[in-house]
């Protein structure tokens, strides 16, 4: 006979593990929507001990006849299926995916995955790997800008350390390869600012990592990018950026060859900043960038054929103008370049002879009284004369060259004595810096100081032969540019004043 059994409740623990499975279930829905990150993050561990406590439980339940125990094997089915879930979405399914893809070299495929983890999982554990690895995808595929986008973006959110020396690395070889790339495009300015970023952490790495191999290939880099970025600046016009930053390359690499290319590239710079500056009306200005960059020029010890620039800066500046700043950088004791600028305005403006003739010669004493030169032949007083206030001087030129004589006193005059002939000079009576030079500009030159009484007349011979006085020597200011430029101004005013 046939025993009918049963069937048993539930019992109170079943009842309130089903309560809280469902209260999690809830929980989950809502996660999804309001986090999806941790969703996915909980999901595989949650599911793993539900399965286990719902096969449990059904097994439990089942065994004793209880109504609910096909309940559990819902709930086993339910999370389950969220385990597989979890193994083919969301950021874990994500993250395998981007890795085999790395290993594979498929660097598009990777960023893909981890771009996906990033941007809709930024609260999953993996948003962090996901991060620092999709940095090194976008390098290895040549993204530098999204490279360095991930790397700032790493850095802020306190995942990647920013004094990692393979970050340091990594941003100097992007930004080096953006400015490049930019430079090739002719976008100078985004050229400039990326080559000035990559010295910037290229100094940085030699500072804080002296012993690196990139610390060493950094005393090569640096110098290049800074010319590049030199080029760029100028490229785009601005030109005292440029000027600066080759300043900076021919101070700390003078072994460099790129500072070595700099003299004619800043020189350049300052003749088109010099030039933008004229076309502005700014004439002093453009003056001051001028000389600047002559004396550049000279210290750097670049060649510069100054003569065709001092024509091409100097004719475009009113004449009034021109004369008054000449005089005040003469009277400042900056004697070659004002010499230098009498020299082009003797040639272009003989109406201002006058004018200038007491000013170079006052330059003209200035720089051989610097340089090496003779004492002057004896000045003699031969007799007493009438000529109230003033003095005459006799200078006999016995030698086969023009002679020119400069004297300063109460201002300068200047005069020119034929080869084997005399002359007669009257000036004012007084204290003289006086000076003296061949017309060929071969030595000797002379250089002393004579006070001249009222009413007297002096002598003075110039032989054919060197003087055998005692020479002083000291250190000579004046370039081989600048000899150059002074030997034209000296046969140019000889022929003005013999005419």
């Not at 609260?123 to 996901?130: I, L």
């Not at 004018?355 to 030169?373: D, E, L, M, Q, R």
Request: proline share 2%; aromatic share 14%.
């Amino acid at each position: 006979m046939y025993e009918y059994r049963r069937r048993n409740n539930l019992g109170f623990g079943s009842i309130l593990l089903i309560i809280i499975f469902i209260i999690i279930i809830i929980g989950f829905l809502i996660l999804y929507f309001i986090n999806k990150g941790k969703f996915w993050d909980f999901l595989p561990a949650t599911s793993i001990v539900i399965i286990i406590l719902s096969l449990i439980f059904a097994i439990f339940n089942m065994a004793r006849r209880s109504s609910g125990g096909f309940i559990f094997i819902i709930f086993f089915l339910i999370f389950l299926g969220g385990l597989v879930l979890s193994s083919l979405f969301g950021p874990f399914a994500l993250n395998k995916n981007a890795q085999k893809a790395a290993d594979d070299a498929d660097y598009n495929a990777a960023i893909k995955n981890y771009n996906e983890i990033i941007k809709t999982y930024s609260t999953s554990k993996y948003y962090d790997e996901a991060l620092k690895n999709i940095v090194f995808d976008y390098y290895n595929t040549g993204d530098y800008e999204n490279t360095i986008k991930y790397l700032n973006l790493g850095i802020e959110k306190k995942i990647i350390n920013s004094e990692s020396l393979d970050v340091k690395r990594m941003f100097s070889d992007s930004y080096s390869k953006l400015a490049e790339k930019a430079y090739k495009n002719q976008d100078y300015n985004s050229a400039s600012l990326n080559y000035v970023m990559a010295i910037d952490i290229l100094k940085d790495i030699f500072t804080n990592f002296p012993n690196s191999d990139e610390a060493f290939i950094s005393t090569y880099k640096i110098p290049e990018y800074l010319y590049k970025a030199a080029e760029s600046y100028k490229k785009m016009g601005n030109y005292n950026q440029g000027i600066e930053i080759l300043k900076e390359l021919i101070k700390d690499y003078p072994e460099s060859d790129y500072s070595k290319q700099s003299g004619s590239l800043i020189f350049d710079s300052y003749i088109e900043e010099v030039l933008n500056l004229i076309e502005n009306l700014k004439y002093k200005e453009a003056l001051d960038e001028y000389l600047s960059a002559l004396d550049l020029a000279s210290e750097s010890g670049t060649q510069i054929q100054s003569t065709a620039y001092d024509s091409q800066i100097f004719s475009k500046i009113p004449e009034d103008t021109l004369l008054e700043y000449t005089i005040n950088i003469c009277e400042d004791g900056k004697h070659e370049r004002a010499l230098q600028i009498f020299t082009f305005m003797l040639n272009s403006y003989p109406d201002q002879t006058e004018t200038i003739n007491p000013y170079y010669a006052a330059c003209k004493i200035g720089i051989i009284s610097k340089g090496t030169y003779d004492t002057l032949p004896e000045i003699k007083e031969s007799f007493t004369i009438k000529n109230q206030g003033n003095f005459v001087l006799n200078i006999n030129n016995k030698s086969e060259k023009e002679l020119i004589l400069y004297f300063n006193g109460s201002k300068g005059s200047l005069f020119v004595i034929k080869a084997k002939s005399r002359l007669d000079i009257t000036l004012p009576m007084g204290s003289y810096d006086i000076a003296a030079e061949f017309s060929d500009n071969t030595p000797p030159v002379y250089y002393g100081q004579f006070n001249f009484e009222e009413n007297k007349k002096y002598s003075q011979v110039f032989s054919a032969e060197k003087s055998t006085t005692e020479t002083t020597k000291k250190e000579s200011k004046s370039n081989n540019s600048e000899s150059t430029t002074i030997t034209t101004a000296t046969t140019t005013t000889e022929t003005t004043l013999a005419q």
